[in-house]
């Protein structure tokens, strides 16, 4: 919050006291705008932005705010009696005090908001006797004075800080929040992509992996039916097209060449057909086929 220096307090302490220009810390308050934060702190939108790095008028809550208190360097006397500095303006000279404009007017019979670094201003009503009258001589005033002077009332104007608006606060909170739910929606949807991604490379993992099963299959029939002389690899194709765990509607014939249990016991298999490899159901058929030929595939055979 802004410091403010009393008249009291001024005469409490030595009239050759300083002030500092004072580093303070603030932390956002919901609702707070850098517009509120500098006029509280006797400071400028720019400066809060330039002291904390910020390329926006963008704050959030929480968020801790280095601010300069930047007062007058220096100290009024212990008569209640302050010199006025370059840049000064009745404006910041009341803030400093804790008075109004129309008091330092009323003390000073001031007849404008006008003052000349150099003079001296009485700060308090019990001062208004030892300080001298702040305004010079009337003289007559040529185009170029009064130039000059509109130059110094407009400066004087600009320096005094902004009052913000309920409406500007408000439209200020509205566009961090909007800007801080967008951020947290681009977030989420980056997380999804990701997700995306990732079911999609191990779904195309997998496919490869049963493309890769299933050309081994492919690879084992094709050598042992190169191996015998028979065509193991069409024979399998005409019966299972070539799927070695394949069981058929019924539940009665398994894998490459359809084997029922009980024939696949006979050639000396164990277990199911369709849960064994390629080469296993392969051997099985070759010895089914030395003591039967063909006739176990009726429909197929024909292909060996």
């Not at 006029?39 to 300069?68: D, M, Y």
């Not at 902004?162 to 500007?168: F, H």
């Not at 249990?261 to 010895?287: C, D, H, N, Y």
Request: one cysteine or more; charged letters at 20%; proline letters at 3%.
């Amino acid at each position: 919050m802004k410091k403010v220096l009393s008249v009291g307090a001024a005469i409490a302490v030595s009239g050759t006291l300083a002030y500092s220009a004072e580093a303070a810390s603030h932390t956002v308050d919901k609702g707070d705008t850098l517009s509120e934060i500098a006029h509280e702190n006797n400071s400028t939108v720019e400066a809060i932005k330039s002291e904390n790095n910020l390329s926006s008028n963008l704050i959030l809550p929480g968020q801790v705010l280095q601010v300069n208190n930047e007062e007058n360097t220096e100290a009024p006397a212990e008569d209640g009696v302050y010199k006025i500095q370059s840049g000064d303006t009745l404006f910041e000279i009341a803030q400093k005090f804790d008075v109004t404009v129309s008091d330092l007017k009323a003390w000073n019979n001031l007849s404008s908001d006008l003052i000349f670094a150099g003079k001296t201003l009485a700060v308090s009503g019990n001062s208004v006797e030892q300080a001298p009258v702040v305004e010079t001589p009337q003289v007559e005033e040529t185009p170029e004075v009064q130039e000059t002077q509109e130059v110094e009332r407009t400066q004087q104007v600009n320096q005094a800080p902004a009052q913000p608006s309920e409406q500007d606060q408000a439209a200020e909170q509205r566009a961090a929040e909007q800007a801080a739910a967008e951020q947290r929606a681009a977030e989420q949807a980056a997380a999804e992509q990701r997700a995306a991604e990732e079911r999609a490379a191990e779904q195309a993992a997998q496919e490869r992996e049963q493309r890769n099963q299933a050309q081994a299959q492919n690879q084992s029939t094709s050598t042992s039916s190169n191996a015998s002389g028979q065509n193991w690899g069409a024979l399998a194709q005409c019966e299972s097209s070539g799927n070695a765990s394949v069981v058929s509607s019924n539940g009665l014939y398994h894998g490459l060449y359809q084997f029922d249990v009980q024939t696949w016991q006979s050639v000396g298999g164990s277990g199911l057909p369709s849960q064994a490899s390629a080469a296993e159901q392969t051997k099985r058929a070759q010895i089914l086929f030395d003591q039967r030929g063909a006739q176990p595939w009726p429909v197929c055979g024909s292909r060996l």
